[in-house]
């Protein structure tokens, strides 16, 4: 399986945290920007106050000690009550932060998770051939999950405690002098220096975990839906073994993780416990020699313990935002991915003008050692219909995906009314093109839905029509949800001619002015085949219509039949000149012929004699 693209950790980092802030502070969203100024306005006052607090504490500790003689109770009544309220705008801007800011920690989410849905659906058919779908569905889940602990922890936890160790440290430098200050700050930065190290140093069993479990859901999405394929060849077990590698693995990888998860835990607490005992020690010392009070030495107290308390949510936080970024890196890596199929800046709208294909001097290779079509030429003029055969391997289908612009020639060019398809944009492009292909795959949703995805927020009186048109609204209205009847995934609910009507309908609703039907009918069989073919005749009347077939007795009233083999064309002209010709398409005729006489034998056979078993 081909991986995300490959990029050193801290690039990778840069650019994941850059995109990321792309979206925090949006060039063009002046709402999102002004949420975010309130936001970290709302985080500074809250941190200030909660670093007030312990100050307001030392002085109602100082009034009362040393107690001598009589004292008025007004003066702590006043601390007391400024003590109170202090600790309550603390909550007060801690819950306005927390209001602002998950407004913007939902609006990233919404907005990045559909950037990447918008550029996965740009990408190339190439990309999408090459991937796992499932492995691809993981790394936007966790991306997008990526997205809120990124937001939830940096804004929350790490920014927070950061800001309150600035003004702390600032604080008791200012009040207890500077010396006195680095008993605390040594040893965070030692806490921090040791966390960041052991954290970079587990990221690599995050890292495997991660591959393992993208690897088991792609394993278990393709299993599922060849869920008929593993029965045919009885191969449960192997595909429960597979299964069970990528588990194994991943157990290995966990294990790992928590014991250097156990290592970092112990490791913090030496360092906390290690620069609490010191500060504390000298402050006991001070306070014997008198140089601070009793209110100094309770400041001072509280303030470690605001600090080190937050210090082991921050080293969760730290890991947690480490594995956020793993995570959205492999999600925003994804808009890294080159488009390769690009409107061109001058792009026009291709004109509903009348549908004439023209190839010119054609070439295509998917892999430069193997050359799919070569210098490929025909046209096919307005509103008639060119059917193109050949032996499997020929390149017919690769022409449709030309036409469609999948992939661009790599010599030559496609017109469609004198137009070169790579000067069109692809939507009006695409738009002008109705295809109805071999495997026609369906939306896991209704009947109605799937009809009405050639031409969406259209009448329902359209749906009905098509699907007459496409003579399958008697089967519909015999459902007993009627249109609402779901298909299930991938339209396995329904047969392939029910399949392929549904696809006829589509193709009507969408009324384009070329039809493209690529072996429309070749996995059918003969009755079926024969009305879908009926269907088809009906709806290519006066259209463009380009007929990729595999069974010549199909394409027999086309106007032109084109011959590939092995990219080339090497024989065109109507059914009976081809035949008069006495070349592949005559042997391939003959063959078909062969076979269909002894697929009508057999059938009569089997009339006769019921009880004999059936081949």
């Not at 965070?188 to 859901?217: C, G, H, P, S």
């Not at 490791?267 to 005992?277: L, P, W």
């Amino acid at each position: 399986m081909r991986r995300f693209p490959d990029v050193t950790v801290g690039t990778a980092h840069f650019s994941t945290l850059k995109t990321f802030l792309g979206y925090l502070w949006p060039k063009d969203n002046p709402q999102i920007k002004t949420r975010v100024v309130l936001a970290f306005s709302f985080l500074f006052l809250a941190k200030l106050a909660h670093v007030i607090v312990p100050f307001v504490y030392k002085e109602i500790v100082d009034y009362f000690a040393p107690v001598t003689g009589v004292k008025p109770l007004v003066i702590p009544v006043i601390l007391i009550v400024i003590y109170g309220l202090v600790r309550l705008s603390t909550s007060f801007f801690t819950e306005l932060r927390d209001v602002t800011f998950r407004f913007i920690e939902q609006w990233i989410t919404r907005f990045m998770g559909l950037a990447v849905f918008k550029h996965l659906h740009k990408l190339s058919l190439r990309f999408h051939l090459d991937r796992k779908t499932g492995a691809l569905n993981r790394a936007i889940e966790r991306g997008i999950k990526g997205i809120e602990y990124l937001t939830f922890f940096s804004t929350f936890n790490i920014l927070p405690t950061l800001l309150e160790i600035i003004l702390i440290s600032g604080v008791i430098a200012f009040m207890f002098g500077f010396a006195f200050s680095l008993t605390i700050i040594i040893p965070l930065i030692l806490y921090i220096i040791f966390t960041v190290t052991i954290t970079e140093w587990r990221n690599k069993f995050q890292r495997v975990m991660n591959q393992q479990e993208n690897d088991a859901n792609a394993h278990t999405i393709d299993s599922l839906l060849n869920y008929e394929t593993v029965k045919y060849f009885s191969n449960e077990e192997a595909e429960e073994k597979r299964f069970d590698s990528f588990l194994e693995k991943y157990q290995k990888a966990a294990l790992s993780n928590q014991k250097s998860l156990s290592i970092l835990n112990f490791g913090q607490s030496v360092i906390i416990v290690c620069g609490i005992t010191l500060a504390m020690v000298l402050a006991s010392i001070k306070l014997l020699n008198q140089t601070i009070t009793m209110g100094d030495f309770v400041l001072i107290n509280t303030y470690l313990f605001q600090l080190y308390i937050p210090l082991n949510f921050l080293g969760t936080a730290y890991r947690t935002i480490k594995q956020s970024l793993v995570n959205l890196e492999e999600m925003t890596s994804l808009l890294e991915v080159s488009q390769e199929i690009k409107d061109r800046d001058n792009a026009i709208d291709l004109p509903p003008l009348g549908g004439e294909i023209k190839f010119e001097n054609v070439s295509f290779h998917y892999d430069p050692d193997r050359a799919i079509l070569k210098n490929i030429s025909f046209t096919l003029p307005k509103g008639q219909t060119i059917a193109i055969v050949g032996p499997s391997g020929a390149g017919k289908s690769t022409i449709s995906r030309l036409l469609f612009r999948f992939y661009d020639v790599i010599q030559g060019s496609i017109k469609i009314d004198g137009q070169d398809i790579r000067d069109l944009s692809q939507k009006s492009l695409r738009n002008a093109i109705g295809i109805v292909p071999q495997d026609t795959v369906l939306f896991n949703d209704s009947i109605y839905y799937n009809i009405a995805y050639g031409k969406i927020l259209t009448d329902v009186s359209e749906i009905h029509l098509a699907a007459k048109l496409a003579h399958i609204d008697r089967f519909i209205e015999s459902l007993p949800q009627k249109y609402q009847t779901m298909v299930g995934e991938r339209g396995l609910k329904l047969s392939g001619g029910e399949k392929q009507r549904v696809a006829i309908a589509r193709v009507i609703l969408k009324n384009p002015m070329i039809l493209l039907f690529d072996e429309a009918t070749s996995a059918l069989d003969s009755k079926t085949e024969k009305e879908i073919q009926h269907n088809l005749k009906e709806i290519s009347k006066d259209r463009t219509t380009l007929i990729i077939a595999h069974r010549l007795s199909t394409i027999i009233d086309a106007d032109k039949i084109i011959v590939l083999d092995h990219g080339e064309i090497i024989e065109e002209g109507t059914h009976q000149e081809l035949l008069a010709l006495g070349g592949l398409y005559a042997t391939m005729w003959a063959r078909q012929q062969e076979s269909s006489g002894l697929r009508e034998k057999l059938q009569e056979v089997e009339q006769e004699s019921p009880e004999l078993p059936r081949l």
